[in-house]
């Protein structure tokens, strides 16, 4: 029998704030998605986790975005998966 495979994407914040930050300024809205967005994949999704301070996550993204990255994948961000 053929296994039907699904992807999917959820985000799991505000919509209206992803909505305005994409339209303002794009770098803050990659970080939102980052910190709320699910993916689905083969029957397990995935979520990203942001141990560390979320004010000093968006300060860097407002002025200087590629030390986001730095501080998202450095400082105590996890990556979660969960099979259904």
Do not use: D, Q
């Not at 992803?18 to 910190?35: D, E, K, N, S």
């Not at 560390?52 to 975005?65: I, N, V």
């Amino acid at each position: 029998m053929h296994e039907e495979k699904r992807y999917g994407m959820r985000y799991l914040g505000s919509k209206f704030w992803l909505i305005f930050w994409i339209l303002i300024f794009f770098p803050i809205a990659i970080v939102l998605f980052a910190t709320k967005a699910r993916t689905m994949s083969h029957g397990t999704e995935t979520h990203l986790e942001y141990k560390g301070s979320k004010f000093w996550l968006y300060f860097w993204a407002l002025f200087f975005f590629p030390i986001t990255f730095f501080l998202f994948f450095f400082n105590g961000s996890i990556v979660k998966r969960r099979s259904s």
